[in-house]
């Protein structure tokens, strides 16, 4: 199974941006979809951001036109760029690596919006 690891998290203020990392640990990182997941405590892990081998993207509506996802498959490692931040925003984020029915989640990296 591989490993997954997020980074880039932290504290930015309202407006501001970030861009989260993930790099999986797997020679075949190009046969991997690749997501962004996140969570506030309490609530449901919601899918933010998605990216497929073929490089197709899809978004949730919250972050269409604010968040970018991408991914360098000789790097083995999937961004999301995060732009124009909100309150709201403020998460525990995490990737999750698929591959023909399998996954791995990451162990998340917080993102906190706040002045």
């Known amino acids: 199974q591989a490993q997954v690891v997020e980074s880039g998290g932290g504290l930015v203020q309202p407006g501001g941006s970030l861009r989260l990392s993930c790099v999986v640990s797997s020679p075949v990182f190009n046969m991997f979809t690749m997501a962004w997941y996140r969570q506030v405590l309490g609530q449901e892990r919601e899918l933010v951001a998605q990216?497929?081998?073929?490089?197709?993207?899809s978004y949730a509506d919250s972050v269409k036109g604010r968040f970018t996802v991408s991914r360098d498959n000789a790097k083995r490692t999937a961004y999301l760029q995060m732009d124009n931040l909100k309150p709201e925003d403020t998460a525990v984020y995490y990737c999750k690596a698929s591959l023909r029915g399998s996954y791995s989640w990451g162990q998340g990296t917080q993102v906190t919006v706040s002045s």
């Open positions: 990216i497929s081998t073929l490089r197709t993207t």
